[in-house]
């Protein structure tokens, strides 16, 4: 296995926010390797033989969970799934009562996924285990920047300078607010692209430009990161219909125009078609890179789950 | 088709452009429509119709940023051909629509109609503001990027104030995506009456609402402005407390405007005297401070642009007791005579009147509307300041009559009204 002399210094992966660029390659360095491996079907089972790795979800998620729990698996983990349907905390267990309870099991990592910001955050503060936010509210989703970053990378050769587009619903997105932290940790320039009222206040203070008109925001770009216009958006008001939301801010061919002509496009999925992309443009090879996002996905969790088991393992 | 308008020359007027500030006696060449050309003794060729407007002033247009149809929905009290005919004999070539009617203008293809509908007119163009809520209902967004694609100038529900905070902010934040203004009517929700509270309502036994109402809600909207970056217009503004808001906010570098209606810098309350319908509005007249502060601000130019806010109704919508009587008035046809009163008060100079009536809601509103210069579009108005006439209830062009100024004596008459070129008003 890649022998990395620059360990990694965090516990837990809460956030993208407050990681150094060294800290940020060591995973992706890491997640190309097992890239190769997992291509080849080589994966070493040995690295977490006799650990115990929870994914304790408390919102739903499928290819999140799928993609932690193969991950663990081609490590060697014991892997347990803990859904909030089938879990004490529906009972009125609080929080913190569940990690107690996952302390007493002795489990090595935890991944939370939870529809409060700050979750797991909470619970890393109380367990013994490694703590990997697999999403928490509209805070942050590291995994899902840190497979970004790697898909990126991948087709653009570099992971700095290059000009990113993130459209959509940034108000509600923590892939948003991960992916922002990251590409301009490395050195990129980040615009954000949406009507105003699903834009966060204040969101330049992020280091990123803001703009309204799609064209614009896609003007020169090397990679379009769309997000996820949830229906409910709409019953809240913030949109007035699709119909609107997909002529001025879904992406189609007519607007991809304005990008670079090689730019790629993204999407962390599930994806709303015909409502923040066409088709014509999801299904499209020459630009869509959404099948390799979800394959870096796995890759990417292998690098952290690897990273924060070395103190455990007294790796290198 | 329409055939084109015969060219024609309209000599010696006082021409008045309040967008360059052009004021002289010239001649003025009308031809395909356009303004051809303006100086002094070009002569009169063959075929070319030739108008004395010696004595007389020539001015762009009128650009009326207020006013409520009667169609769609209540075509009993007025259609738009009515207005048109009204808007005509006041010298308007452009008018702003209420989306409020039935049912509101909330869809792109109720926003064409309403344009086309204008152009078959071919004396007035409809320029229509779009519902800000659906329905104006006051709870969901409209489609306000598929309806200023259609061609929405703006965004407001009419006559009801976008009463919830949050949904005021949403508007203001999702107009400024399209570069559109929010239109409101500023009275803080919750308040009913018929007159403004004080000592006359009190007298009059009649329910009021307290003056404050318009400064709460401008109070509120301007917080939602700043937080928002969203730009906001406050329709009608008709106190001292509100005006004081806006002034301030204005030398703050805030993005609002406001408009105020001849009824508010020329009547106060007690015009509605033995419970006189006519004169019952909304918002209700104020008490004289108010009217006065309203003058002030026109002059200072706090106030943006003077809109008629006309709001037809029938004679049976107005024949009841006050309290239960529909509120509103015309204003089509009195609207410049009533802003010249101000300028033989001498409170406004005539080009600032007149560019309160033209030029500044044409730019408010972001069209190329109320100018007067070669290759603009041949809307003009032609009046003569001096001629006297009486508004009488009853006599007045259109059809709706609901007038406050019922009885009123006004100097300034209009004697022609051309829209592209066509005289629509003899």
Avoid at chain 2, 394 to 412: C, H, I, S, V, W
């Amino acid at each position: 296995m890649t022998q990395d002399r620059y360990r990694f210094p965090h516990r837990h992966l809460l956030g993208i926010e407050g990681l150094y660029p060294p800290e940020i390659l060591q995973i992706l360095d890491l997640a190309e390797s097992y890239v190769l491996l997992n291509r080849k079907g080589k994966t070493s089972r040995d690295l977490l033989r006799g650990r115990t790795m929870i994914n304790l979800f408390f919102e739903d998620s499928t290819r999140t969970r799928t993609s932690f729990e193969l991950a663990g698996k081609r490590l060697g983990a014991d892997v347990l799934n803990m859904s909030v349907a089938t879990s004490s905390v529906n009972k009125g267990e609080t929080l913190l009562d569940t990690a107690t309870t996952l302390n007493a099991m002795q489990c090595d990592l935890l991944v939370v996924r939870h529809d409060q910001s700050g979750a797991p955050a909470l619970l890393a503060r109380k367990v013994d285990a490694a703590v990997i936010n697999a999403g928490d509210g509209t805070h942050e989703h590291p995994t899902q920047a840190l497979l970004d970053a790697l898909t990126i990378r991948r087709r653009k050769g570099r992971l700095d300078g290059l000009t990113i587009a993130i459209c959509g619903d940034m108000l509600h997105s923590r892939v948003a607010r991960s992916n922002i932290h990251l590409l301009t940790t490395l050195g990129n320039q980040v615009r954000l692209v949406g009507p105003p009222t699903l834009i966060a206040a204040e969101a330049e203070r992020l280091g990123v430009t803001v703009c309204h008109d799609m064209r614009a925001g896609l003007a020169g770009a090397d990679v379009v990161m769309m997000l996820r216009l949830q229906r409910e958006r709409m019953a809240a008001g913030l949109v007035p219909s699709v119909r609107e939301y997909f002529r001025f801010f879904g992406l189609d061919a007519t607007k991809l125009h304005a990008a670079k002509p090689d730019a790629i496009v993204m999407h962390p999925g599930p994806m709303n078609r015909g409502v923040e992309i066409a088709s014509e443009i999801a299904d499209d090879p020459a630009v869509s890179v959404i099948a390799d996002q979800v394959e870096m996905g796995v890759s990417v969790r292998m690098a952290v789950l690897d990273v924060l088991s070395r103190a455990g393992r007294n790796a290198p | 088709m329409r055939p084109e308008p015969q060219p024609a020359l309209i000599t010696g007027a006082r021409v008045i452009d309040p967008a360059s500030g052009h004021d002289t006696v010239a001649d003025v060449w009308l031809r395909d429509g356009v303004i051809a050309g303006i100086g002094r003794n070009q002569g009169t060729p063959e075929g070319v119709l030739r108008i004395d407007g010696a004595g007389c002033v020539l001015c762009p247009g009128l650009v009326d940023m207020r006013v409520a149809l009667g169609e769609p929905g209540h075509e009993y009290r007025e259609t738009i051909a009515t207005a048109a005919r009204a808007a005509a004999a006041g010298g308007i070539t452009t008018l702003a629509a209420l989306p409020d009617s039935s049912p509101a203008i909330d869809g792109p293809a109720l926003v064409h109609w309403l344009r086309t509908r204008g152009e078959e007119t071919g004396s007035v163009t409809i320029l229509p503001y779009a519902a800000a809520t659906q329905g104006c209902a006051g709870e969901v967004l409209a489609e306000y990027g598929l309806l200023a694609e259609a061609g929405a100038v703006a965004f407001t529900d009419g006559a009801r104030p976008i009463a919830n905070a949050r949904q005021m902010r949403l508007a203001l934040a999702y107009a400024r995506g399209f570069g559109r203004r929010i239109v409101q009517h500023p009275e803080y929700p919750g308040f009913s009456g018929a007159a403004t509270e004080g000592a006359l309502a009190t007298r009059l036994g009649l329910p009021a609402v307290p003056a404050a109402a318009e400064a709460m809600l401008v109070a509120r909207d301007l917080r939602l402005a700043q937080l928002t970056g969203g730009a906001v217009h406050f329709a009608h503004v008709s106190t001292a407390e509100a005006l004081a808001l806006i002034r301030a906010a204005k030398s703050g570098g805030l993005n609002v405007t406001c408009d105020t209606a001849p009824p508010y810098f020329d009547l106060n309350e007690t015009a509605i005297g033995d419970f006189r319908t006519y004169a019952k509005l909304n918002p209700p007249l104020r008490a004289e401070p108010d009217r006065e502060a309203v003058v002030t601000a026109l002059a200072d130019g706090t106030i943006d642009a003077i809109a008629s806010d006309h709001q037809p109704r029938d004679a049976d919508d107005k024949r009841l007791p006050f309290a239960q009587a529909a509120a509103g008035g015309t204003g089509l046809v009195t609207l410049l005579g009533i802003t010249l009163a101000q300028v033989t008060g001498g409170n406004l100079t005539l080009m600032a009147a007149l560019a309160l009536l033209t030029s500044r809601p044409a730019s408010l509103l972001g069209v190329e509307a109320g100018r007067l210069s070669p290759g603009a579009p041949a809307d003009l108005c032609l009046f003569h300041a001096e001629r006297a006439w009486r508004v009488v209830a009853g006599e007045l062009p259109g059809k709706a009559q609901n007038t406050p100024f019922d009885g009123r004596a006004l100097e300034g008459r209009v004697l022609g009204t051309w829209k592209a070129g066509r005289r629509v008003h003899a």
